[in-house]
């Protein structure tokens, strides 16, 4: 006879959410290079997203083809969905916007909140959306806000301005919610330097922050090689840092969720595999500066994803996807049996007996 004991105990478990600009994507091209990009593996390493914030997707049935690219591809999990607002802008015919492409074994309660329209030629040329969800089994429950972005592009001042209507509307918006709110922005921000208004808006106290601490003139700065996310293909070389995750403050201070990294310390200007962060722009290990992604010797993903990811970013303005991890308590598991051995449980019933 045996006696069975009840035990529980906590778990920790990792969100992996990534920013791609997928580059004019239209659903029916570089399924093979995106499954490769997404789910292949070199040295243990892998991109394996659990949400993944897009922008140039084309259109609603394109972002349909991407969770079946996604759920096809080998390694996959297979729970894929999708949830975007209207796939417009006024950029002509290459209007695009964003979509939040998420499992959902792992993310829940997902919903989607316009933030600021479209305005021709004198404000944001795209919508700008807010997305909202909880991670599934989450002990804290708190709310995560990702205002998933493609801002205008150019260095006039014209183009800052713009950038800065789309930022300001994020920061006011931010300004207004309250509670369990953890908050990022994600994207393509189209920023050449952290000196920029749209990006000090965004950055200031109570706002959101740079979890690598890496603020700076990043346009074709070799100081910056590890953190470049423009342009892999080779149009203009790798030299812009276009692509960034955001945080807020509840991201980093010691309660409920997480980023998985030292927050806010300088990321290593000598080597991509820095150990103090989860952020990583997905195959730049540095090489690559001012030219196309290093294929041949690639030390991040080797030569099989580094092709992929080329291919991925098609041939004029592509984008490396980016990447971090965020930690998170789960809830106890369900009790389990510890089985107590025959001699201890004879001694307990004697001890009841006496």
Do not use: C
């Not at 150019?154 to 713009?162: A, I």
């Not at 990321?267 to 690559?288: L, Q």
């Not at 049996?337 to 001699?343: C, M």
């Amino acid at each position: 006879m045996a006696l069975a004991l009840l035990t529980t105990s906590a778990f920790a478990d990792d969100l992996r959410v990534a920013t791609w600009n997928i580059s004019n994507y239209t659903g029916s091209d570089r399924t093979s290079a995106i499954q490769n990009a997404v789910y292949g593996s070199f040295q243990g390493r892998s991109f394996s997203p659990d949400v993944i914030f897009a922008q140039e997707i084309q259109s609603n049935s394109a972002a349909n083809q991407f969770v079946n690219v996604l759920n096809s591809a080998s390694g996959s999990p297979g729970d894929w969905s999708v949830t975007f607002g209207s796939l417009t802008g006024t950029s002509g015919t290459n209007a695009s916007d964003s979509a939040m492409f998420f499992r959902t074994s792992k993310v829940q309660s997902v919903a989607t909140v316009k933030v600021g329209a479209a305005a021709g030629t004198s404000g944001p040329p795209r919508d700008t959306w807010r997305f909202d969800f909880t991670i599934n089994g989450s002990v804290s429950g708190e709310i995560f806000s990702a205002y998933n972005v493609h801002m205008k592009s150019g260095t006039t001042v014209d183009d800052q301005n713009r950038r800065q209507q789309e930022g300001q509307l994020i920061a006011n918006n931010w300004s207004t919610l309250g509670g369990n709110r953890l908050g990022m922005v994600v994207g393509d921000l189209n920023v050449q330097d952290s000196s920029q208004a749209m990006y000090q808006t965004l950055t200031a106290p109570g706002f959101f922050a740079d979890p690598i601490g890496t603020p700076g003139d990043w346009n074709n700065n070799s100081a910056f090689r590890f953190v470049h996310t423009q342009d892999p293909s080779g149009n203009g070389g790798m030299d812009d840092r276009h692509d960034q995750l955001l945080m807020s403050a509840g991201l980093h201070d010691g309660v409920g969720a997480e980023y998985k990294g030292v927050f806010g310390t300088a990321y290593s200007t000598t080597t991509w595999d820095d150990a103090n962060h989860s952020y990583r722009s997905w195959g730049n290990d540095g090489t690559s500066f001012d030219n196309s992604l290093t294929v041949s010797g690639n030390t991040m993903v080797g030569s099989s994803i580094a092709q992929s990811l080329i291919d991925t970013a098609g041939t004029a303005g592509g984008h490396l996807p980016v990447f971090a991890d965020i930690t998170y308590s789960t809830v106890p598991e369900p009790a389990t049996l510890a089985i107590v051995g025959l001699g201890a449980a004879a001694l307990i019933r004697r001890r009841r007996q006496s």
